[in-house]
């Protein structure tokens, strides 16, 4: 392990973890740490690179974060928990889930994808475009090598076909937004293939738990608690 996550730790009982998305740091579930301490054990997590944790020196990649979410769950004694992964945070999640089912409790994936395609084109497109601009300074610039690392997470990540996802054991809800950078198609075939999932779809766009809390809160608690 070569880094020290930042995290923000409230509440008691089960474990229950917070991943953010891309580009963000623990700060996008404010409008859900306290409200879920109330209930768990909330360990909201800073990812590799993200917010205050440390870039350190491993691939920069969803399955490092998965790992490096291994370590911090046997840093902290944390021998099975409720993951929440947001985007990117999703794609943590779902990877973890694969990896290590006797791991995870229950799991909420929001706005996850498998691949690049599940990403409507008008957000994706920029994206590509970003990444490659940022790849061509990257040797001479420390901030579009950073930033080609970020976008690329988009680009090149996680790529995982539905078939895999029969790996994940984990009771789980799959949620997001009516109007949602994930293609509706893509979040509906990913509950789909996850034996037994759960589908919620709330008014809003990709980031709901952030602009409409109650509903995305009240979404998961029922599910946590069912």
Known sequence: MD???????????????LLHGNG???DYFQGQTDEFARFFH???IDTRGHGKTPRGNAPFSIRQFADDL??????????KAHLLG???????AMIFAMKHPDRVNRLILNGANLDAKGVKPSVQIPIEIGYRIARMFARISQTAKLNAEMLGLMVNDPNVLPEELVKIQAKT?????TKDMIKDEHTRLIA????????????????????CPE???DAVLKFLKG
């Open 42 to 44: 909330v360990y909201a």
């Open 24 to 26: 963000e740091n623990c």
């Open 173 to 177: 809800l799959v949620i997001a937004g």
């Open 215 to 217: 509903a995305f809160n």
């Open 70 to 79: 291994l370590d911090f769950m046997d840093a902290h004694q944390i021998g």
């Open 86 to 92: 947001f985007s990117d945070g999703g794609n943590i």
């Open 3 to 17: 880094i020290d996550h930042f995290f923000i730790e409230k509440g008691q009982g089960e474990a229950l973890i």
């Open 192 to 211: 789909q293939s996850i034996p037994d999932a759960q589908l919620v779809i709330l008014e809003g766009n990709h980031f709901i738990a952030n602009r």
